[in-house]
């Protein structure tokens, strides 16, 4: 859970810690969020809180409240002067009691040329147990993590015992047919992403109508394009799944990427 540290400062219960606090923290039965961060300001922060507390109390675990946190991590952002990045808060239990902590990590956003030329995805046999909840597994992040590397590729797609694509290992996915017509995973299979949900909202602006349905591995190559959307690809057009190309230009995949980027500029930073 905890993976690498950027910088030297953490805060634990809305205080700063010294850094040696960041190796005691717990690796499993935590839950957790990745926020991000743009010339110092909070990215979604009240949706990622909200998908939080949602996530700890299905989890059994008491949610330390929206104002706490907020004040956390201003004040991690004040201490560490990163003004941009991404901020993993995590909440457990330690021993009876519950403690949260938050702290800086490092991160890879896509180059430009990505979001021009697209991006390459494999498919990655596996399952969610509880899908719809943000809890760490370090073993399959382990395990992902390096079939992405050694495949040299964006991002794995999880594909379950039936063969459907259900979501990204770190994002979700969106796919077009030849009519333009936009397919994902049912809400119920995957972790409602907070991208996700305003793609929603542009496609809705649009009257592009999402369609709620799995796409099987089988059906790769009757699609005429994909994107993936996450708290750091944002909306991100793929060129390739496995050995099946795509045009990354897509004119409705462009258009909600434009939209989505004006909204966090414009109208979703706090």
Not at 52 to 81: D, H, R, W, Y
Not at 88 to 116: G, M, R
Not at 162 to 183: Q, V
């Amino acid at each position: 859970m905890r993976g690498n540290l950027r910088g030297s400062n953490i805060v634990i219960n809305g205080e700063i810690a010294p850094e040696s606090a960041f190796g005691k923290l717990p690796v499993e039965n935590v839950i957790y969020e990745v926020i991000r961060v743009i010339d110092s300001r909070l990215v979604f922060a009240t949706d990622h809180l909200n998908r939080l507390k949602n996530s700890c109390e299905a989890n059994g675990i008491t949610f330390p409240g929206e104002q706490n946190m907020l004040a956390g991590i201003q004040l991690l952002i004040n201490v560490t002067k990163f003004h941009l990045g991404n901020i993993k808060v995590l909440v457990f239990k330690n021993q009876s009691a519950t403690s949260w902590a938050c702290f800086f990590i490092p991160h890879k956003y896509p180059e430009p040329f990505d979001y021009i030329n697209g991006v390459k995805l494999k498919t990655f046999p596996f399952e969610r147990p509880e899908p719809t909840i943000k809890k760490w597994n370090d073993k399959f992040r382990k395990e992902v993590n390096a079939y992405i590397a050694d495949n040299h590729i964006y991002e794995a797609l999880l594909v379950n015992r039936e063969g459907f694509i259900t979501e990204g290992s770190r994002s979700n996915i969106f796919f077009l047919n030849k009519n333009g017509k936009i397919y994902t995973s049912p809400e119920k299979s995957v972790l409602p992403g907070i991208t996700r949900a305003y793609v929603y909202d542009i496609c809705k602006q649009f009257e592009y109508p999402i369609i709620e349905k799995m796409i099987h591995q089988k059906e790769l190559t009757q699609l005429s394009g994909c994107f993936l959307t996450g708290t750091s690809p944002k909306v991100l057009p793929v060129s390739k799944i496995d050995d099946v190309s795509y045009f990354p230009s897509h004119e409705i995949i462009h258009r909600i990427m434009q939209a989505f980027d004006l909204m966090v500029k414009q109208q979703k930073v706090f």
